[in-house]
């Protein structure tokens, strides 16, 4: 008797019927293995991006919707509810915590140690940053961050409050 063109796993997975096996014995899916196959991968991916919360994951979920029903489409809605509720959670976070740091620097309340210099991330509507350099205040321009570089140690961190800061120490 010869072997199936398909391994025992893969007529698991593609729940392969006998009448799967002889549409082509060379082992190639049918047309139903390769909708079923498509709508496997189409699940998967619209579940990782709505984990992610991108709009690539909705395309993927209505595809698999579409490719798909039962009770993977409810896998893939309450993924898509959850990642989008997550992305917004952070965006919000985000954007309070930047606020937050935006306004301790107006109100002079950011002090910096060591000589160090803490500014906002760049703000296309502000381009101008007010930091403290030795307890003195100092107005630093974006186009003057590379002449800034020549005469100072430039390091990146991240600052508490999700805030992108940059540490600038005396040579």
Known sequence: MAPHPLPQRLRRVFHCTEADLRYNRRGVLSPRQRRRLQA??????????????????????????NLRRGPDAWLVISLLIIGWGLAWLLLDLTQTARQSLREDLRANQVRVLAGAVRRLPYDPADPTWKVWLNNTEVTVNLPQY???QDHFACRM???????????????
């Not at 189409?42 to 698999?64: D, E």
């Not at 600052?159 to 040579?171: H, K, Q, S, Y």
């Open 146 to 148: 590379l002449a800034l």
């Open 40 to 65: 496997y991968r189409c699940t998967y991916w619209a579940g990782i991006g709505g984990l992610a919360g991108t709009p690539v994951g909705v395309l993927g979920a209505l595809w698999g919707l």
């Open 157 to 171: 961190f991240c600052a508490p409050r999700f805030g992108l800061v940059l540490a600038v120490e005396p040579l």
